[in-house]
C-alpha cells in the first residue's frame, strides 16, 4: 500500500538548516507530483513546494530562495532542504502525493525555529 514516512525534523536556532526527507513506498515517487506542505498551530495546512515527474519545481513565495526540493529516484525519497530558516517557518511539514485520484498524506515531521 502507500506510504510516506517523513524524518529529518527537529528545533533549530533561527538562520540554521535542516533536510525532511519522505520514504515513499507502494509507488514510484519519480512519476508523480510530490509535494511538501506545512501547518503551523492556528493556521491552514499551506503547500510549501512540489516536484513533477519530469523534475520541475514550483515554491511557495515564503519559502522562495531558502528552500529547495528535490529526489533521489534510487531510494524513493523526496527530500525538503530548508536553509536560512526563520521562526515564521515552524510548522508539522508534511509529504503528499495524488496517486491515482487519492491524496495520501505521512504522519508529518515538526520542524521549530527558536533560539
Known amino acids: 500500500q502507500v506510504q510516506l514516512v517523513e524524518s529529518g525534523g527537529g528545533l533549530v536556532q533561527p538562520g540554521g538548516s535542516l533536510r525532511l526527507s519522505c520514504a515513499a513506498s507502494?509507488?514510484?515517487?519519480?512519476?508523480?507530483?510530490m509535494g511538501w506542505y506545512r501547518q503551523a498551530p492556528g493556521k491552514q495546512r499551506e503547500l510549501v513546494a512540489f516536484?513533477?515527474?519530469?523534475?520541475?519545481?514550483n515554491y511557495a513565495d515564503s519559502v522562495k530562495g531558502r528552500f529547495t526540493i528535490s529526489r533521489d529516484n534510487a531510494k524513493n525519497t523526496v527530500y525538503l532542504q530548508m536553509n536560512n530558516l526563520k521562526a515564521e517557518d515552524t510548522a508539522v511539514y508534511y509529504c503528499?502525493?495524488?496517486?491515482?485520484?487519492?491524496?495520501?498524506w505521512g504522519a508529518g515531521a515538526q520542524v521549530t525555529v527558536s533560539s
Open positions: 507502494g509507488f514510484i515517487a519519480t512519476s508523480y507530483v
Open positions: 503528499n502525493v495524488q496517486y491515482l485520484q487519492i491524496s495520501y
Open positions: 516536484i513533477r515527474s519530469g523534475g520541475s519545481t
